[in-house]
């Protein structure tokens, strides 16, 4: 099985702090994630005076007199944060990676080297953001929360316009309700994908816990993006939908463990490691009393027991009626 790539998404819960940041990477990589991705954006080139935050994002953030705009605000990156993030990263050896949510800052993470790009559901309706993303990146994972059928083909045609080939994109299923309601995840839904467009797949979780994530794993899922937080009792408005580091920890191994479950041959057949239980598991014939030689074999003189090592029940009918050729004890293998 390819390895599964799991990008661990700090998001905006380092809130706006360079050394919450720092701890987000140190977590990422003690669990064992490939990327840690954090989010790039100026706030007023993203957002409206007008917009209104999410329902959750009101729960969340604790003032709910406060704009989507003002909270945005306190929660950008400048690029001296990003280059002492990008450090940090390296000396603990995970890949930065980061979504751009406005043109400027899509045309930042592409001069600092990323060479792939995230489109994050908000912007699959974005054709100059779109356009501007197929300019600049190689390869691109599209999120695909709150996105029809229909809108996610006009998005690909404009990847697959500027020559980026499909071997290069993967397709995200995604439910963009944090947290999401079980009972909406649609987990099938990602090989709906893989059916029509014909690329990689993966699964972008919003849900709680861990099991979703595995299981799309399970399904196929190439790659897999899942929120996390130091804790999920701080304040801000991904925290409380997010995974802590012991569950993040715990995330990541349980996806290894898929990887190699699912990295058998395909074919059902005897691995090594169950060959050396077969005569301890399995039953051979065997006398259930004492028999003499000459005796006849009959269900009331032979049956089955363990270990496998004899003659093989399944040629029952083949020692039945046959003369015993020495004496046996009970309990002893039977021989022909």
Known sequence: MEH???????GVNHNGSTENAFRLVDA??????????????????????????????????????????????????????????????KKRNINFFSTAFDLDSLEYLASIGLDIVKIPSGEITNLPYLRKAASLFSKVILSTGMATIAEIKDAMEVFTHAGINKENITILHCNTEYPTPMEDVNLKAMLHLQHVF??????????????????AVALGATMIEKHFTLDKSMKGPDH?????????????SAIRNIEKAL???????????????????RKSIVAIKKIHQGEIFSEENIGVKRPGTGISPMQWDEVIGKTAVRDFEEDELIEL
């Open 240 to 252: 409380k939908a997010s995974l802590e580091p012991g569950e993040l920890k715990a995330m990541v």
């Open 28 to 89: 990422a990589a003690d669990a064992g994630a490939d990327y840690i991705k954090f989010q790039t954006f100026k706030a007023e080139k993203a957002v409206s005076i007008s917009a209104k935050k999410a329902d959750y994002q009101i729960q969340n953030s604790q003032n709910s007199g406060e704009s989507q705009l003002e909270m945005l605000k306190k929660l950008e990156l400048t690029q001296e944060q990003h280059e002492q993030i990008i450090d940090y990263c």
């Open 263 to 281: 990295a058998g041959s395909g074919l059902k057949e005897v691995s090594p490691s169950e060959q050396k239980n077969i005569a301890i598991a």
């Open 4 to 10: 599964v790539i799991i990008i661990a998404e700090a």
């Open 198 to 215: 014909g690329t990689k797949i993966g699964y972008s979780d919003h849900t709680l816990g861990i099991e979703v994530p595995i299981a």
